[in-house]
T-cell receptor, first 117, second 113 residues
Framework: EPEVTQTPSHQVTQMGQEVILRCVPI?????FYWYRQILGQKVEFLVS????????KSEIFDDQFSVERPDGSNFTLKIRSTKLEDSAMYFC???????????????FGPGTRLTVT | GENVEQHPSTLSVQEGDSAVIKCTYS??????FPWYKQELGKRPQLIID?????GEKKDQRIAVTLNKTAKHFSLHITETQPEDSAVYFC????????????FGAGTRLFVKA
């Protein structure tokens, strides 16, 4: 069964550094998402992306964050200048959709644990 | 803003008993309600979902009910087993635009053997 993949599984960075988290969504999926989960807390929506542009974003997704689909398979989340409070698990997800039907089920990747020191 | 409240935060049951987790959402535009099970250090796994045009859905030992008027939805697990122990999250999805998903705070379920 196809799966969403994410790299790296764990990223350690120093405060103020830029990080790029990478995701490969399922190949026929067209909606992509990033979520964040601080240890022991709930999953928080960051952004959704469709047709090469942001569809929705939360108040967490400020100017420090950006997303990109640099090629036909990857979907990235960039944090420009990391802060200690950015330490969390970041999940990518994707959803299949087409012109005639809306599929809601989101398939989650295994996550990237980001540690900012 | 949009919010999903989830109760209880912790639930401990004896093996074989039923477990019920309740959620309330605030955004009337939400029309899809998934439930996820998350084990420690793992990704959320969808266990059941319901759309707003349906009041109830069942899949073996798991059922979900939705009261759209009251903006309540609930997860019911019957005949609980120790392997059901995990954190369960409800979520509400606005099915227009960018499918913004708001999660509840989670319920830690312990099933005692």
């Amino acid at each position: 069964e196809p799966e969403v993949t994410q790299t790296p599984s764990h990223q350690v960075t120093q405060m103020g550094q830029e990080v790029i988290l990478r995701c490969v969504p399922i190949s026929n999926h067209l909606y992509f998402y990033w979520y964040r989960q601080i240890l022991g807390q709930k999953v928080e929506f960051l952004v959704s992306f469709y047709n090469n542009e942001i569809s929705e974003k939360s108040e967490i997704f400020d100017d420090q964050f950006s997303v990109e689909r640099p090629d036909g398979s990857n979907f990235t989340l960039k944090i420009r200048s990391t802060k200690l409070e950015d330490s969390a698990m970041y999940f990518c997800a994707s959803t299949q959709t087409n012109t005639f039907s809306v599929y809601y089920e989101q398939y989650f990747g295994p996550g990237t644990r980001l540690t900012v020191t | 803003g949009e919010n999903v409240e989830q109760h209880p935060s912790t639930l401990s049951v004896q093996e074989g008993d039923s477990a019920v987790i309740k959620c309330t959402y605030s955004d009337s535009a939400s029309n899809y309600f998934p439930w996820y099970k998350q084990e420690l250090g793992k990704r959320p796994q969808l266990i059941i979902d319901i759309r707003s045009n349906v009041g109830e859905k069942k899949d073996q030992r798991i059922a979900v009910t939705l009261n759209k008027t009251a903006k309540h939805f609930s997860l019911h697990i019957t005949e609980t087993q120790p392997e059901d122990s995990a954190v369960y999250f409800c979520a509400a999805v606005k099915g227009t635009g960018g499918f913004k998903t708001i999660f509840g705070a989670g319920t830690r379920l312990f099933v005692k053997a």
